[in-house]
């Protein structure tokens, strides 16, 4: 202890850490502990040539979670009906002897594959998220999960188009001269990658957006691009006619990178501009403006995200987007090219963290693969075996799956054994059986990739974890002990872990050791040479067996999504809205959803003005929100942030916080992505009416 000026001031120490929230950004944090443990205050690290010093709103509050009175500390039993939050306190040998148990019987009496996990990014770390968690899963036996819920079928779309999940590193977006947000919540979703485009626009760039609704971000641009939901790759496809018919594509670079070429060529004949304009609802004549420019503005560079492959067409729209780059030559240059996705550069030995091989021993093969995405079927409909044990982490399905309706019915089954990992009693946590409380990523030990730039990272514990919290990586460790699986992986320790999955032998990850992260934290992949832009593909080199950008002319095609303006006439007639839940600013995904302010933010509605005069709707009204799976309630915002035609609301509010115990996603469906088996919750059809006081 020090004194000065008569008061007591405890030693304080800066701890290094990172984010493992689902955010491109990655970022890395410093935080103030003081000698008793405990931390003071958390920002970002300035040294770090992303995060640069500052934190996003929603992880600046962070330990307002982490010192939260409503944090899980022990293990709980559910004491009343599944779904009414009633439980009382157990200890972890109870806890963990009765997973055991009941686990073993559900594998003897139905099989094995009768367990699901259930787990998304609810922490990005390759340790609590992907390690031991899957090693126990394998040699269960378990069905194996199809982790498809946010972004699968743009990474299908991106592999379809490029070979592989690579993208323009964000510190290139400073020199770009044209940049393209597509579907892109900038300032809600990838904030770090802000201060590189006001650079680039203080040297003259231009910024436009491109969304179904006008957030933040597209109030800030030079010019915003409304579209209508799910409609993205057919504007691609005008764009490419324009570039194409006006020959404003990189000659050399399509003959010498590309096949199928004059393929493409034919298939874009029909989707002209005033063809494009019908389906989007963006003027022709914008059309070939925004082509005319993203081809002859030098470089240009698409920022495309994840909320336009929430749609039925979503990954063709991802493709055909990355083609647009293609066909100009942009990935030549710094500051051109496109970013969706950085992850596929970071190529750990996941066999060896994650053991797939241990299906073997259980099964003799593989076990079925499930797709978490139609999560009330799964446990409604799904049989050969039925699945009678749910066991979910990172994740809360009761708020985050779609046609809510459906997956309450099933998580309310008599005969299903839910268990829940959480920090929060979130709504899936009310349906358990056994609640297990876990550490956050301030408290354990993991590495974490990023798929908005290119520096892999590692944190150690800053933080004590309070009460009894346990993390993942112990959680299953101590209950393989239990399943009695006497396999050496279920001793490893973290680090061993950690050595296992750095044992890549790709050249990004040369000379990436357990030993260095310890010592650096945070080090940029091997991409190119020391101060060097990373240009992916300005040689070809695609990841397709041919090295070439392989256009297949003859799988493109665009239809409108069924539920659209354009689609099924008769659910048109009835529910004449279209829907975007999109991300909202204060909270990720559902991670936030117990504070108060990110409730009030995903409490309301937002609509044209000329449609809520037609319905009668004033702002401050209390609406009801429906379609034929459901309903719920939220409060009238009437601006012209969204076109005629669509209303928006921010997702995604905890439904126990809500008067009515809904939330939107009891109106989204079960319907999937044209690839990757995504969800579609942005082309959802809806009525809208006044619900009075």
């Known amino acids: 202890m020090q004194r000065n000026g008569g008061y007591h001031r405890k030693e304080m120490m800066v701890r290094q850490s990172v984010c493992a929230l689902d955010c491109p950004d990655c970022c890395s944090l410093l935080i103030n502990v003081d000698e008793a443990g405990r931390g003071s205050r958390l920002r970002g690290n300035p040294e770090h040539p992303i995060t640069r010093g500052f934190l996003c709103g929603k992880v600046a509050k962070y330990l307002e979670r982490e010192y939260s009175t409503e944090r899980l500390l022990y293990p709980l039993r559910r004491t009343g009906a599944k779904g009414d939050g009633r439980f009382a306190r157990i200890s972890w040998d109870e806890a963990l002897d009765e997973i055991a148990e009941r686990l073993k019987r559900i594998a003897a009496e139905h099989g094995p594959e009768a367990i699901l996990p259930y787990s998304y990014a609810g922490s990005m770390g390759k340790l609590i998220a992907n390690g031991m968690d899957r090693r126990f899963f394998h040699r269960l036996g378990a069905s194996r999960l199809d982790r498809t819920i ?105 003959a010498r990178y590309t096949d199928g070429f004059e393929e493409l060529v034919r298939k874009v004949e029909e989707f002209t501009p ?27 560079a698409i920022r495309l995200n994840y909320g336009m492959q929430r749609s039925e067409r979503g990954g063709m729209g991802v493709r055909l987007i990355s083609y647009l780059p293609v066909l100009t030559g942009s990935w030549r240059e710094a500051g051109g090219g496109l970013q969706l996705s950085t992850s596929g550069a970071f190529v750990f030995n996941d066999a060896n963290l994650q053991r797939p091989d241990l299906q073997q021993i259980a099964l003799g093969r593989e076990a079925r693969l499930l797709n978490m995405a139609p999560l009330g079927q799964l446990l409604n409909e799904t049989r050969d075996p039925a699945v009678h044990a749910l066991f979910v982490y990172c994740s809360n399905p009761a708020a985050i799956a ?28 009310d349906f358990a059986d056994i609640v297990l409380p876990s550490t956050t990523f301030l408290e354990h030990t993991d590495v974490y ?27 299953f ?80 095609q665009y239809e409108p999504p069924v539920e659209s303006r354009h689609g099924d006439g008769r659910l048109r007639a009835r529910f004449p809205l279209e829907l975007v839940s999109a991300k909202n600013h204060n909270s990720m ?8 302010d990110v409730d009030e933010e995903t409490a309301w509605l937002t609509l044209h003005p000329e449609d809520a005069t037609a319905r009668g709707i004033a702002e401050g009204d209390r609406v009801r929100i429906f379609n034929q799976r459901g309903s719920c309630f939220l409060t009238a915002r009437v601006r012209e942030s969204v076109p005629r035609g669509v209303v928006s609301t921010p997702s995604t509010r905890w439904p126990k916080k809500s008067p009515d115990r809904q939330n939107v996603n009891v109106l989204t469906s079960q319907r999937l992505t044209d690839m990757g088996g995504g969800p579609t919750f942005y082309n959802c059809l809806v009525e809208v009416e006044r619900a009075g006081d």
């Not at 005033?274 to 240009?300: C, K, N, W």
């Not at 309706?405 to 929060?424: A, K």
Request: aromatic share 10%; with cysteine; glycine share 8%.
């Open 150 to 254: 946010c972004s699968s079928a743009g990474g299908a779309g991106l592999l379809a188009a490029l070979g592989v999940k690579y993208g323009t590193e964000p510190e290139q977006f400073r020199h770009s001269k044209l940049i393209l947000g597509w579907g892109a919540n900038i300032l809600a979703t990838n904030v770090h990658l802000w201060p590189f485009i006001v650079e680039a626009r203080r040297n003259g760039a231009r910024f436009y957006t491109i969304d179904p609704i006008k957030q933040k971000v597209g109030e800030l641009a030079d010019r915003h691009f409304f579209i209508y939901p799910g409609t993205d790759a057919a504007l691609a496809l005008g764009m490419m006619h324009v570039i194409i018919r006006e020959k404003l594509y990189d000659a050399e670079y399509v």
């Open 589 to 596: 995904n559902s991670t936030f959803g117990n504070r108060d």
């Open 274 to 300: 005033a063809q494009a304009s019908t389906l989007t609802g963006v003027a022709a004549e914008d059309i070939v403006m925004l082509a005319r420019e993203y081809a002859t503005v030098r470089p240009a």
């Open 402 to 429: 779609p046609d809510q309706n459906s997956v309450r019915r099933g998580l309310r089954r008599d005969e299903l054994f839910t268990v829940v990992i959480e920090q929060m009693q979130t709504d899936t946590a």
């Open 477 to 556: 460790r101590e209950l393989a002990k239990r399943m009695g699986f006497a396999e050496p992986c279920f001793e490893e320790s973290e680090d061993d872990m950690i050595r296992g999955m750095l044992d890549s032998r790709h050249p990004f990850f040369e000379g990436i050791t357990l030993e260095r992260l310890e010592r650096e934290r945070s080090i940029r992949l091997n991409i190119s040479s020391e101060g060097e832009p990373f240009l992916p593909f300005a040689n070809g080199n695609f990841g397709t067996a041919s090295g070439k950008c392989e256009f297949r002319a003859e799988t493109i």
């Open 449 to 475: 990739l990023a798929y908005g730039h290119y520096y892999l990272q590692m944190a150690r514990p800053a933080l004590p974890a309070p009460g009894e919290c346990r993390s993942n990586v112990e959680i």
